[in-house]
């Protein structure tokens, strides 16, 4: 099987442009999105919330099974190892799918991807099935 480095190089901001979440309204699935203005808006229940990053008070959290600005539950996570598996949205969760099922990665890809930051329980070889099945399931979640 060919290394595969140009798939998984993927720089980290292309995939976190848009949020799923549980609508704090309606407890059904909503998307946030913007950049100057970021705004959670709920198609099921028409609740509908905005901030500005960056302005006073604001304090945007990564790297959890929240959204950063919000902090409302992610729509897409699960039970997995006795860990949380989570995803931000859909293009998220496609790329972990792929790297955590690549075989060979590559362990000189810049710093600041996504594949670097993944946890370890995550990569690790006796979890690959598990995790891939957590994926599965969370790709199956309306």
């Known amino acids: 099987m060919p290394l595969l480095t140009h798939r998984f190089s993927a720089r980290l901001n292309p995939l976190l442009e848009e949020f ?5 309204g309606c407890q059904h699935p909503a998307l946030i999105r913007g950049t100057h203005e970021v705004s959670l808006t709920c198609t099921h ?4 919330e905005t901030c500005i990053p ?3 008070g604001f304090k945007s959290l990564w790297w959890d099974s929240v ?5 409302h539950p992610l729509w ?5 190892c006795g860990e949380t598996l989570w995803a931000y949205n859909r293009r998220h969760l496609a790329y972990l799918q792929e790297y955590v099922g690549a075989k060979l990665r590559d362990s000189g890809a810049p710093k600041r991807t996504l594949g670097n930051k993944l946890p370890k329980w995550m990569l690790l070889a006796k979890n690959r099935d598990d ?12």
Do not use: A, S
């Open 20 to 24: 799923l979440v549980v609508c704090p």
């Open 45 to 48: 229940c028409g609740n509908i």
């Open 54 to 56: 960056g302005t006073k």
């Open 67 to 71: 959204d950063p600005y919000f902090r």
């Open 76 to 80: 897409l996570q699960t039970e997995c």
């Open 131 to 142: 995790v891939l099945k957590g994926i599965e399931r969370l790709m199956t979640k309306t």
